[in-house]
């Protein structure tokens, strides 16, 4: 990468001895976007402006270790990208925070700079604090909990992620061998969990099929109640039965078949409209 005179600007703001251009290494990272990642995180696109300023002069490490002697690269400059007509998985335009950063020429730094001119060194992981985390399915704020979703579980279509605004903090930089996002990387201060291979995979798989058993349930509860309350919209059972856990379901179900006489197909023939997709 070419070190132009504003490059120079910018990293000598950062150092204590005047450096030229010939002391410095300079390359460039991306060091997060705002696609969803491998732990279901998203950024927003304003998130990424504000990591942008954030991370100016934060210095880049090795697997997330902040041992001193570890600190061998720094952040100059940075900005926000936008690809022209790509889209992130949630539909809004791709956008990815790009940061020129500096090595010095050292004897000791020598290999590092051939790992990243030779493409060893490319994935980088970033570790900052996020004010607000907000699920995409059904927009609760995480902070204040009553959100049933899990990440990287599929809602009517729609794959849960959590929504990261409101940066506080950048921390660090990490070249890492397996970063969490698939362009970049990021590790976050908040909610971020190291489970052992396969964990998090086996939980996904196990919510995914409670998920498909809550659906059940609350289609058998819909079913009675358009039996034992006709006058109520099935629409409504549905919404309330959206936000039940499974047993709650069970609970209204045993409750609901009390009242309910015949079978429940045989009332569901007196509602029309929408309300039969709810229906079994
Ligand atoms: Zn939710």
Redesign the pocket.
């Known amino acids: 990468m070419d070190i132009t005179d504003n490059d120079m600007r910018l990293i000598n703001s950062y150092s204590s001895a005047k450096l030229t251009a010939e002391d410095v290494y300079a390359f460039s990272v991306t060091l997060c976007d705002n696609e969803t990642d491998r732990d279901g995180d998203r950024f927003t696109a304003e998130a990424l402006a504000g990591l942008a300023e954030l991370y100016k002069g934060v210095s880049g490490i090795f697997d997330h270790d902040p041992r001193s002697g570890n600190q061998k690269c720094r952040v100059y400059d940075t900005r926000v990208e936008t690809v022209p007509g790509r889209t992130n998985s949630a539909g809004e335009p791709y956008a990815r925070l790009r940061a020129k950063c500096y090595t010095l020429r050292t004897p000791e730094n020598e290999q590092l700079i051939r790992e990243i001119e030779g493409g060893i060194k490319k994935e980088v992981s970033v570790c900052c604090a996020m004010g607000r985390s907000v699920?995409?399915?059904?927009?609760?704020d995480?902070g204040s909990g009553?959100?049933?979703?899990i990440p990287g579980v599929e809602?009517d279509g729609e794959v849960?992620a959590r929504v990261l605004s409101e940066p506080t903090d950048a921390y660090e930089w990490s070249f890492v061998a397996v970063p969490a996002q698939k362009a970049a990387g990021v590790t976050k201060s908040a909610g971020a969990v190291n489970a052992p291979d396969g964990c998090a995979e086996r939980l996904k798989t196990a919510a995914a099929d409670g998920e498909r058993y809550r659906k059940r349930l609350a289609k058998e509860l819909c079913a009675l109640a358009a039996a034992a309350l006709p006058s109520v919209p099935v629409k409504t059972v549905a919404r309330i039965a959206d936000r039940l856990s499974c047993s709650e379901i069970e609970e209204l179900t045993e409750a609901f078949s009390k009242y309910a006489t015949g079978a429940p197909q045989t009332a569901a023939g007196n509602v029309s409209g929408d309300d039969r997709d709810y229906l079994i």
């Open positions: 699920c995409s399915v059904c927009g609760a995480l009553g959100c049933r979703h809602y849960c």
